[in-house]
T-cell receptor, first 113, second 115 residues
Framework: DADVTQTPRNRITKTGKRIMLECSQT?????MYWYRQDPGLGLRLIYY???????NKGEISDGYSVSRQAQAKFSLSLESAIPNQTALYFC????????????FGEGSRLTVL | AQSVTQLDSHVSVSEGTPVLLRCNYS??????LFWYVQHPNKGLQLLLK??????LVKGINGFEAEFKKSETSFHLTKPSAHMSDAAEYFC?????????????FGDGTTLTVKP
C-alpha cells in the first residue's frame, strides 16, 4: 500500500458543486501539504499544516479550505467549484527535523465543467 | 524569501547522450535543494537532495547535481540518457530549517529522449 494515499484519483464535477479531496498517510509525518499542479506552472502551495492544531495558507488558498482531522489525515475542500480549479492536486508529507524532503501521493485529477 | 528558476522548459536529447537540466535559486537562508521527477500520470519521486553536506550530490538512476553557492545553481546531470528518463523534472528550494518550512517549486523541465 502507498504511504500517502489520495482519494479520489479522478473526479469530474460541475460548477458550483462542493468537492472534498482526501489524503491519508502511514508515514507518521507531522507535516502535511496540499499542492496544485497546472501545466507549465510547477506545483503551487494551497495549504499546509505542521500539526493537527496548525493550519496555514499557502500562496493560492482562495477558494479552498482544509481540515486536519488527525495527524494522518488532511482534507482539501472546494466549497463551490469553478472551472479554473481544474487541475492535478497533490498531497505531500514531511517530517519535522528532517531534511525537508516531501513525500507525495499519486495525485487527484479534478475537472470542473 | 526564496525562488527557483528552471532555465529550460523543454530539453530534448538522444539516447546515450548527456543530460543537463539547469536550475538557479535564491534564498534568504541556507537552502536545502531537491530534484524530483514525475513520470506521466504519476506522483513526484525524489531524485536527489542537497542539505549542506557534500556539494556534489548523487541520486538515483545515475543522476547527480552540484551545488554552487557562488553561482546560486543546482544543475542536474546524467552522463548517458536512457529512454526511461523521459519525464518532467522539478527543482525545489526549501526553507525547511526555518519556521517557514515551505518548499518552492520551479516550473518544471520536460525531458524528451529520442531513440
Amino acid at each position: 500500500d502507498a504511504d500517502v494515499t489520495q482519494t479520489p484519483r479522478n473526479r469530474i464535477t460541475k460548477t458550483g458543486k462542493r468537492i472534498m479531496l482526501e489524503c491519508s498517510q502511514t508515514k507518521g509525518h507531522d507535516r502535511m501539504y496540499w499542492y496544485r499542479q497546472d501545466p507549465g506552472l510547477g506545483l503551487r502551495l494551497i495549504y499546509y499544516s505542521f500539526d493537527v492544531k496548525d493550519i496555514n495558507k499557502g500562496e493560492i488558498s482562495d477558494g479552498y479550505s482544509v481540515s486536519r482531522q488527525a495527524q494522518a489525515k488532511f482534507s482539501l475542500s472546494l466549497e463551490s467549484a469553478i472551472p479554473n480549479q481544474t487541475a492535478l492536486y497533490f498531497c505531500a508529507t514531511a517530517l519535522s527535523g528532517d531534511t525537508g524532503e516531501l513525500f507525495f501521493g499519486e495525485g487527484s485529477r479534478l475537472t470542473v465543467l | 524569501a526564496q525562488s527557483v528558476t528552471q532555465l529550460d522548459s523543454h530539453v530534448s536529447v538522444s539516447e546515450g547522450t548527456p543530460v543537463l537540466l539547469r536550475c538557479n535559486y535564491s534564498s534568504s537562508y541556507s537552502p536545502s535543494l531537491f530534484w524530483y521527477v514525475q513520470h506521466p500520470n504519476k506522483g513526484l519521486q525524489l531524485l536527489l537532495k542537497y542539505t549542506s553536506a557534500a556539494t556534489l550530490v548523487k541520486g538515483i538512476n545515475g543522476f547527480e547535481a552540484e551545488f554552487k553557492k557562488s553561482e546560486t545553481s543546482f544543475h542536474l546531470t546524467k552522463p548517458s540518457a536512457h529512454m526511461s528518463d523521459a519525464a518532467e523534472y522539478f527543482c525545489v528550494v526549501s526553507s525547511y530549517n526555518t519556521n517557514a518550512g515551505k518548499s518552492t517549486f520551479g516550473d518544471g523541465t520536460t525531458l524528451t529522449v529520442k531513440p
